[in-house]
């Protein structure tokens, strides 16, 4: 496959919650790919491969227009060779967004379907007729499923885990949270931060995804830091990710990480965490949705 990401590294940011005694790394999957990033390519890799395997010609996704799932599917199916389908949620507007743009450059095909069909007919169905469904390989929305779980275990090879008494990171389909499960050494907590609103199924999704052995290890949902819902972007926080990104250098995107990062923010200076708890947050990367966002609110591009 003629497909390669760099290794992530960490940062430490402890500094900036000296008085609480924990220590605080960033796992920066933000800079793995200048286009696949965060853990979008390693929620995909082992899709691709079964989509190789099984000598599938096109790989077809479903998602928003902003959607960070869609433009990586459609990079990291160009890579391996496959087609790519992308079924996107609402008519076909006058301008397509950066992220449509870039996964049509990609060479993605897009269907716009209307937002009913989109969340009511298989993706089979939304296909154009002239598609053979047998060269087809599906994706689940978001990569959701135990391969794309799987995958995002592999992202944490390499790191020495055992530092770490916590895995944090950011929720939608809960795919992520559910490798960093699969991963998790015996003792250690992961921590998940919802960022859709109501989402109440997350937690059932997310063991679905895991053995009866890992459905043992420590974890836990802490809702209340989705400013709203998905996608909703608040001015406080768009001010943090600023303020972060002053501070640490870190740039997040509104979507995932800003909410992330300020969640963490918040239990640290609540005193969660026990002094002398060593923290891993997973920078899931994402930061192409920013381009949504009216020029001038973001200090970093
Ligand atoms: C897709 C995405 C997530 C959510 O991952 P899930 O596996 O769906 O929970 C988190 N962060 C970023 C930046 C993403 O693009």
């Excluded at 390669?4 to 796992?27: M, N």
């Excluded at 995107?253 to 918040?266: E, P």
Aim: hydrophobic share 40%; charged share 15%; with cysteine.
């Amino acid at each position: 496959m003629s497909f390669s990401v760099s290794f992530p590294g960490i940062d430490c940011i402890s500094r900036l919650f000296s008085s609480r005694q924990v220590k605080v790394g960033v796992l920066r999957l933000d800079q793995v790919h200048p286009v696949v990033s965060g853990n979008k390519w390693f929620k995909l890799r082992y899709y691709l491969e079964a989509a190789l395997t099984g000598k599938k010609k096109t790989l077809v996704t479903k998602g928003g227009a902003w959607s960070n799932h869609i433009v990586a599917t459609a990079y990291a199916a160009a890579a391996s060779g496959l087609n790519s389908t992308g079924i996107i949620r609402g008519e076909e507007p006058a301008q397509l967004s950066s992220t449509l743009q870039q996964a049509e450059k990609a060479g993605m095909q897009l269907v716009f379907t209307s937002r009913t069909d989109f969340a009511q007919l298989s993706p089979a169905s939304l296909l154009p007729e002239n598609m053979n469904l047998e060269d087809c390989y599906f994706v689940n929305e978001g990569g959701y499923g135990i391969a794309g779980a799987e995958g995002m275990c592999t992202a944490l090879e390499g790191i020495r885990l055992q530092e770490y008494s916590h895995l944090i990171c950011a929720a939608g389909t809960g795919t992520m949270t559910a490798g960093l499960l699969k991963a998790a050494l015996p003792g250690q907590t992961v921590i998940t931060i919802p960022v859709l609103k109501g989402y109440t199924g997350l937690e059932a999704a997310i063991r679905n995804l895991l053995t009866t052995e890992e459905n043992k290890k420590i974890f836990s949902v802490i809702d209340g830091y989705h400013e709203g819902g998905y996608a909703k972007k608040s001015e406080p926080l768009l001010n943090f990710m600023n303020e972060f990104y002053n501070e640490t250098g870190i740039p997040s995107d509104f979507v995932y990480t800003g909410k992330l990062f300020r969640a963490v923010t918040d239990l640290l200076n609540k005193n969660y965490f026990p002094p002398g708890s060593s923290l891993l947050i997973i920078h899931s990367g994402g930061l192409q949705g920013n381009r949504s966002l009216p020029k001038g609110k973001l200090i970093f591009g």
